[in-house]
């Protein structure tokens, strides 16, 4: 952290005793990335003085972040959006999952996710590694009607600015982003989140979620394959924490699975094979599993 190095350089180069202002955002993300030590270094030579204000930022609100705001705020004021649960999705946007066989289908099935949406289009994409980014990015050019961009840790930090501000302009319509852009971006026109690669927790997965609904109804699609029980697990906590409506196909897949089916022919069919019957989408619409174009439809429907 720099501001450590200028507080700790020989001679003295800053100095933070008439402070008249400290903002600490993103507290609950620089705790559970392990920086306690360091905010509290710097807290330590931030001395308290009458004049002083604090102002304390945390998109959840867990024991470990209750605790720190206890110890550093003094008579403080508490502003909440949203219920006083540890963390809350926004209850304007819309949460749904595409469930893929495979994780090689990912790619054609985002495509045809984002040529669907039938309004102006300004989405995120988030993906878990910077190679994947890369990667994706590059297989994406080409095959979609409108400009593709990536943010991620291996781009410079004028790399990262100016193909923000592409997308904040909207020269950019699709932002490709490992979870260096999941917290504190603020483009209201988002009106698409896809998870194509799952977060680790349920807290980064509300936080990506909420880069878009801040306008207007927003949507949210986690792209799954059936293996990925433990974040459909995670997403259905979400939807049902915050009221919202469960997509059929997770809540089926989520159910004790009923025995296997025998047809008459003595052919064993596994009924969790959703991908052999109609897909029920959000709104009730059927389509085949097979028939990609109509899943998009249904849901942009």
């Not at 979609?144 to 291996?154: E, K």
């Not at 999941?182 to 026109?189: A, F, L, P, T």
């Not at 807290?203 to 974040?231: C, F, K, M, P």
Request: proline letters at 6%.
């Amino acid at each position: 952290m720099r501001l450590l190095e200028l507080l700790e350089e020989e001679p003295r180069v800053l100095c933070l005793g008439h402070l008249r202002m400290l903002v600490l955002d993103e507290a609950d993300r620089m705790l559970s990335e392990g920086f306690e030590p360091q905010v509290r270094k710097i807290l330590r030579e931030a001395r308290p003085t009458p004049q002083r204000q604090t102002l304390l930022f945390s998109a959840t609100w867990p024991a470990a972040v209750q605790h720190f705001a206890e110890e550093v705020l003094t008579d403080p004021v508490e502003v909440r959006i949203g219920g006083r649960g540890a963390f809350s999705a926004n209850p304007n946007v819309t949460q749904d999952v595409m469930i893929l066989r495979d994780d090689y289908e990912k790619p054609a099935a985002l495509a045809a996710l984002l040529r669907g949406k039938k309004r102006p289009l300004r989405a995120m994409v988030f993906i878990a590694t910077k190679r994947s980014c890369q990667q994706l990015e590059r297989g994406l050019r080409g095959r979609l009607p409108f400009a593709v961009d990536a943010l991620h840790g291996d781009r410079s930090q004028r790399d990262r600015e100016a193909a923000l501000q592409r997308f904040r302009s909207g020269a950019t319509q699709v932002l490709l982003a490992t979870d260096v852009a999941g917290r504190g971006i603020d483009v209201k026109e988002v009106n698409l989140v896809v998870n194509y690669d799952m977060p680790r927790s349920a807290e980064d997965y509300v936080h990506r979620i909420g880069r878009t609904g801040r306008n207007a109804h927003g949507w949210a699609v986690s792209i799954l394959t059936d293996n990925e029980q433990d974040s459909m697990s995670l997403i259905a906590k979400v939807i049902k924490d915050s009221g919202g409506r469960m997509p059929p196909e997770l809540a089926k897949r989520l159910l004790p699975a009923p025995a296997p089916f025998v047809d008459p022919e003595g052919a064993r069919v596994d009924p969790r094979m959703h991908w052999l019957e109609p897909w029920q989408g959000l709104e009730g619409n059927k389509y085949g599993k097979e028939d990609l174009k109509s899943a998009v439809e249904s849901l942009w429907s």
